[in-house]
Structures are given as structure tokens and as C-alpha cells.
């Protein structure tokens, strides 16, 4: 069965960074589509970066120059990296595998547990 590991969550100060991780397996991760997404408390799951197996990615407007999203097919592992971060990035961020499918605004395909990131102001 599909497994999504994310690690790398925590609390940071604002304006600092962090490195979120995504260890896929059950998957043949090199021609899956991946992405973040992140549900903060009360708020509906919004998509933060997506990452397409030829490596094309796209960005929330909120995080565009301020978060990169990368991959290692020989780790099967996806990356995002988190900087100049603020309080409202604070959230539950989740990764997500989804096969072909470019659709990131629709919420559909396998998804990990979940990784806690809180800035504090």
C-alpha cells in the first residue's frame, strides 16, 4: 500500500525557514505528481506547492518566492523548502501522491499523516 512520511515539521520564530521531508513507498514515485498542502485550525486544505514527475512545479500566490519545491526520485523522497516564513504559514502540512493527475486544486490520491510547522510572531 502507498506510505507518505513527512518530517521535518516544528516551531520557528518568523522569518525563519524550515525543511519539510516526504519519504514515499508502495508507489513508483519517478511518474507520480507530488505536492503540499497545508489545513490550518478552521480552515479547508489549500494546495502550497506542486511538483510534477518531469519536475514542472507551480506555487500558491502566498508562498511564491519564499517556499521551493524539489525532488529526489532516487530517494523517492519530495522536499519543501520553507523560508521567510510568517504566522499564517502556520498549519498542518500534508504530501500528497496523485499519479498523473495535475489537478492540484481538486483534493484526491494518497496523502501522509501530516507534519505540524507553527511560527510564532
Known amino acids: 500500500q502507498v506510505q507518505l512520511v513527512e518530517s521535518g515539521g516544528g516551531s520557528v520564530q518568523a522569518g525563519g525557514s524550515l525543511r519539510l521531508s516526504c519519504v514515499a513507498s508502495g508507489i513508483i514515485f519517478g511518474i507520480n505528481n507530488m505536492g503540499w498542502y497545508r489545513q490550518a485550525p478552521g480552515k479547508q486544505r489549500e494546495l502550497v506547492a506542486g511538483?510534477?514527475?518531469?519536475?514542472?512545479?507551480n506555487y500558491a500566490d502566498s508562498v511564491k518566492g519564499r517556499f521551493t519545491i524539489s525532488r529526489d526520485n532516487a530517494k523517492n523522497t519530495v522536499y519543501l523548502q520553507m523560508n521567510s516564513l510568517k504566522a499564517e504559514d502556520t498549519a498542518v502540512y500534508y504530501c500528497n501522491a496523485r499519479g498523473f493527475d495535475f489537478d492540484y486544486e481538486t483534493l484526491r490520491g494518497s496523502w501522509g499523516q501530516g507534519t505540524q510547522v507553527i511560527v510564532s510572531s
Open positions: 511538483i510534477t514527475w518531469r519536475g514542472n512545479t
